[in-house]
Protein backbone atom coordinates (compact mmCIF):
# COMPACT_ATOMS: atom_id res chain seq x y z
CA UNK A 1 0.00 0.00 0.00
CA UNK A 2 3.02 2.39 0.85
CA UNK A 3 4.79 1.73 -2.08
CA UNK A 4 1.55 2.89 -4.17
CA UNK A 5 1.24 5.90 -2.51
CA UNK A 6 4.74 6.98 -3.58
CA UNK A 7 4.10 8.57 -6.60
CA UNK A 8 1.21 10.71 -5.22
CA UNK A 9 2.87 11.43 -2.07
CA UNK A 10 6.10 13.37 -4.28
CA UNK A 11 3.36 14.82 -6.07
CA UNK A 12 2.03 16.53 -3.25
CA UNK A 13 5.27 17.30 -1.66
CA UNK A 14 6.34 18.95 -4.70
CA UNK A 15 2.97 20.58 -4.76
CA UNK A 16 3.35 22.43 -1.41
CA UNK A 17 6.41 23.21 -1.97
CA UNK A 18 5.38 25.17 -5.28
CA UNK A 19 2.72 26.91 -3.67
CA UNK A 20 5.05 28.01 -0.59
CA UNK A 21 3.75 26.00 1.71
CA UNK A 22 6.75 23.93 2.16
CA UNK A 23 10.48 25.06 2.79
CA UNK A 24 11.85 24.48 -0.82
CA UNK A 25 15.54 23.95 0.88
CA UNK A 26 14.67 21.33 3.30
CA UNK A 27 12.58 19.07 0.69
CA UNK A 28 15.84 19.23 -1.31
CA UNK A 29 17.29 17.23 1.79
CA UNK A 30 13.55 14.68 1.50
CA UNK A 31 12.28 16.49 4.26
CA UNK A 32 8.71 18.05 4.25
CA UNK A 33 8.57 21.42 6.49
CA UNK A 34 5.64 24.04 6.87
CA UNK A 35 6.62 27.53 6.05
CA UNK A 36 5.12 30.76 8.14
CA UNK A 37 2.67 31.17 5.33
CA UNK A 38 -1.22 30.19 6.16
CA UNK A 39 -2.99 27.61 4.68
CA UNK A 40 -6.22 28.97 2.40
CA UNK A 41 -9.20 28.55 4.05
CA UNK A 42 -10.62 26.01 1.15
CA UNK A 43 -7.79 24.19 0.91
CA UNK A 44 -8.12 23.79 5.15
CA UNK A 45 -11.94 23.24 4.43
CA UNK A 46 -10.99 20.39 1.74
CA UNK A 47 -8.49 18.37 3.79
CA UNK A 48 -10.89 18.37 6.49
CA UNK A 49 -13.24 16.94 4.64
CA UNK A 50 -11.23 14.29 3.02
CA UNK A 51 -9.85 13.42 6.73
CA UNK A 52 -12.91 12.19 8.15
CA UNK A 53 -13.65 10.56 5.10
CA UNK A 54 -10.26 8.59 5.31
CA UNK A 55 -10.35 8.28 9.67
CA UNK A 56 -8.88 4.44 9.31
CA UNK A 57 -6.47 5.15 7.48
CA UNK A 58 -5.02 8.15 9.00
CA UNK A 59 -6.03 5.67 12.57
CA UNK A 60 -3.42 3.31 10.58
CA UNK A 61 -0.93 5.70 10.02
CA UNK A 62 -0.97 7.16 13.21
CA UNK A 63 -0.40 3.39 14.67
CA UNK A 64 2.37 2.40 12.16
CA UNK A 65 4.34 5.55 13.07
CA UNK A 66 3.99 5.31 17.10
CA UNK A 67 4.10 1.81 17.61
CA UNK A 68 6.70 0.73 14.82
CA UNK A 69 10.35 1.94 14.28
CA UNK A 70 10.42 3.77 11.55
CA UNK A 71 14.76 3.18 10.60
CA UNK A 72 16.90 0.19 10.97
CA UNK A 73 17.17 -2.92 9.04
CA UNK A 74 13.73 -4.28 10.66
CA UNK A 75 11.84 -0.51 10.51
CA UNK A 76 8.95 0.66 8.10
CA UNK A 77 11.57 1.74 5.75
CA UNK A 78 13.46 -1.67 5.15
CA UNK A 79 10.18 -3.84 5.27
CA UNK A 80 8.36 -1.99 2.92
CA UNK A 81 11.39 -1.23 0.45
CA UNK A 82 10.47 2.40 0.11
CA UNK A 83 13.54 4.07 1.29
CA UNK A 84 17.21 3.38 2.09
CA UNK A 85 17.74 2.17 6.02
CA UNK A 86 21.44 0.45 5.56
CA UNK A 87 22.83 3.81 6.35
CA UNK A 88 20.46 4.83 9.06
CA UNK A 89 21.68 5.54 12.44
CA UNK A 90 19.70 3.35 15.20
Sequence with gaps: MLKSMKPFQLAAANTLVDSGL???????KGEVVATAINVPDALK?????KNAQQ???LEFLGVLTSEYNFLGE???KHRTGLLEYRYDTV
Aim: glycine content about 6%; overall charge negative.
Design 22 to 28: ADPEAWT
Design 45 to 49: EALEK
Design 55 to 57: ADV
Design 74 to 76: DGV
